[in-house]
């Protein structure tokens, strides 16, 4: 991991983006496969994540730490990464097993789902967070340009944030675009975290 501030904040955009990236093909190769039959793909997918949350987790912290700014933007990241690790170690351990058991068990598969989705939307509900942050700081410049930047950030994660804590509340599925309001927050906060990594400590 880079040493410099400006270096984690990039390593950082750099790992978001690739988060962005595995959901995507996740939805394009895995929407109505069945967890058996499209397990060898999806827990390839889970590992990876797993391994970007933890790297997103650890630069988030060495951040926190480094920086004379914005420790509430990397502590949510930070927050967000750990949640996911969750969400993401729900899925692979959990799942597939479950998913054998028959029928006589769709109860528990159904719980493992909407214990994992919780975990989901609350990760997408402070990652919202943090596009909102990050997009605050930017407003502050005398750039138009990254003050646009900015308040897109800012409005994006806004709503991502107040989408995912409804379904956090309400439950799995209740709340169309939740996720993907969450994935466009998580664009954005990598974006921001990108554009004010020159300026890092």
């Not at 984690?8 to 496969?33: D, E, F, H, N, R």
């Not at 597939?96 to 028959?102: D, S, T």
């Not at 997009?135 to 003050?147: E, I, P």
Request: proline share 3%; hydrophobic share 60%.
């Amino acid at each position: 991991m880079p040493q410099t501030s400006r270096g984690i904040a990039i390593s950082l955009s750099i790992m978001l983006l690739l988060s962005v990236a595995t959901q995507l093909l996740y939805i394009v190769t895995l929407k109505g496969v069945g967890i058996v039959e499209g397990w060898p793909l999806r827990s390839t997918i889970w590992t990876t994540e797993i391994l970007l949350f933890t790297g997103i987790t650890i630069a988030s912290l060495a951040a926190l730490v480094r920086s004379l700014s914005m420790q509430w933007g990397w502590a949510a990241l930070a927050v967000a990464g750990m949640i996911n690790i969750v969400q993401s170690g729900i899925g692979l351990s959990m799942f597939l097993p479950a998913a054998k058991a028959g029928p006589e068990f769709a109860p528990l598969m159904g719980t493992l789902l909407a214990g994992s989705f919780l975990f989901y939307n609350l990760a997408k509900a402070i990652i919202g967070l943090t596009a909102f942050l990050f997009g605050l700081t930017l407003f502050g410049s005398d750039k138009t340009k990254v003050r646009l930047v900015g308040l897109i950030a800012m409005a994006a994660g806004a709503i991502a944030t107040i989408l995912n804590i409804a379904a956090v509340y309400l439950g799995l599925g209740a709340v169309p675009l939740a996720g993907a309001s969450g994935a466009i927050a998580t664009f954005l906060a990598a974006g921001t975290i990108w554009l004010s990594a020159p300026a890092a400590e």
